[in-house]
């Protein structure tokens, strides 16, 4: 790895990591259910949706991906959160909170990722005229 290809991952990864802990730093609640992990799921799943098209449309350099897609989105969405959350909900019996946080985080971030590669792919052929 090169020594520019370490910053730009580096950098990526600070970024998603500061925005992920300002997203999930108050606790954001429906009920009983916690959403900071849902959120950060789906708009990193977003972004990376759109840069995976940006990045195909207009071959970027694999050094855009090290700090969009593994440093800044890795950075900012989690599944160990994701798979803490939902063990502590089972530990506790809440079964119906475990099924809507497993089909709201896998639902909704593979939606994000489909509806970011649509809208750019859309924004980019010209169709939002």
Not at 27 to 36: E, F, K
Not at 55 to 71: R, V
Not at 87 to 102: G, K, M, P, W
Request: proline share 1%.
């Amino acid at each position: 790895m090169k020594p520019i290809d370490l910053i730009l991952l580096a950098v990526g990864g600070l970024v998603g990591t500061f925005l992920r802990y300002k997203i999930t730093s108050s606790s954001l609640l429906i009920g009983s259910l916690s959403v900071n992990v849902l959120l950060v799921n789906v708009i990193g799943s977003f972004i990376l949706g759109v840069f995976a098209v940006m990045s195909q449309q207009w071959n970027l350099d694999q050094k855009y991906a090290l700090m969009i897609a593994i440093g800044f989105c890795g950075a900012l969405t989690t599944m160990s959160s994701f798979a803490l959350e939902t063990s502590n909900l089972a530990e506790n019996r809440q079964f119906v909170l475990v099924a809507i946080n497993i089909i709201t985080n896998v639902g909704l971030s593979l939606g994000a990722i489909f509806g970011g590669k649509t809208l750019m792919t859309v924004i980019l052929e010209g169709g939002l005229r």
